[in-house]
């Protein structure tokens, strides 16, 4: 699978958490730590939007932040 979300952002360059758990069919909290691991090796950057609307990081209100607002991008 880890593979699969490097190949993926590889092609398209940018994706939402959101939208790549639709890809996948998977739910958001199960791609993210492999994200993550893509992070710290440095082959994706992350861009977390969560909580700027609010000026918090999250969970800083009642309303949850939409996956969205979490874009993942191919940095190689």
């Given amino acids: 699978m880890l593979l699969a ?3 993926l952002l590889r092609e398209r360059g940018t994706m939402s958490l959101r939208d790549l758990s639709i890809h996948f ?12 691991q893509l992070v710290r090796k440095g082959r994706v950057r992350k861009t977390d939007l969560r909580g700027a609307s609010c000026g918090k990081r999250c ?15 191919w940095a190689e």
């Fill in 5 to 7: 979300i490097e190949q």
């Fill in 25 to 36: 069919q998977s739910d958001a909290a199960a791609l993210e730590p492999m994200l993550e």
């Fill in 59 to 73: 969970p800083g209100c009642a309303t949850p932040c939409p996956d969205d607002a979490v874009i993942y991008q």
